[in-house]
Nanobody, 124 residues
């Protein structure tokens, strides 16, 4: 089992940057595939980015590719999401998630563990 805690959210102007972090506690963090999702008010929770167990493979939603970068540090049990060139439509609660099967997937059904979320608001 793993517990996830996100941090780093906040208010930023369009064009700005934020870095989200997810701290994991529990055993065998390096065995989990990790992902970031986001949920805007009244909308479903959507996939943003995923990273493999080793960090060697990453996958992004088309809407964020080229602007966001996911990374992980297995020694520190953490996964980050660097967000650049932010747009008002990036406004959402961002969630960190862990997949015990270790894969990279955009399906939220594959993820077993979730953090509580962190709010990101991008003003125009």
């Amino acid at each position: 089992q793993v517990q996830l805690v996100e941090s780093g959210g906040g208010l930023v102007q369009a064009g700005g940057s934020l870095r989200l972090s997810c701290a994991a506690s529990g055993r065998s963090f390096s065995s989990y595939g990790m992902g970031w999702f986001r949920q805007a008010p009244g909308k479903e929770r959507d996939f943003v980015a995923g990273i493999s167990r080793s960090g060697g493979s990453t996958y992004y939603a088309a809407s964020v590719r080229g602007r966001f970068t996911i990374s992980r540090d297995n020694a520190k049990n953490s996964v980050d999401l660097q967000m650049n060139s932010l747009k008002p439509e990036d406004t959402a609660v961002y969630y960190c998630a862990a997949d015990s099967e270790g894969g990279i997937t955009a399906s939220r059904l594959a993820y077993d563990y979730w953090g509580q979320g962190t709010q990101v608001t991008v003003s125009s």
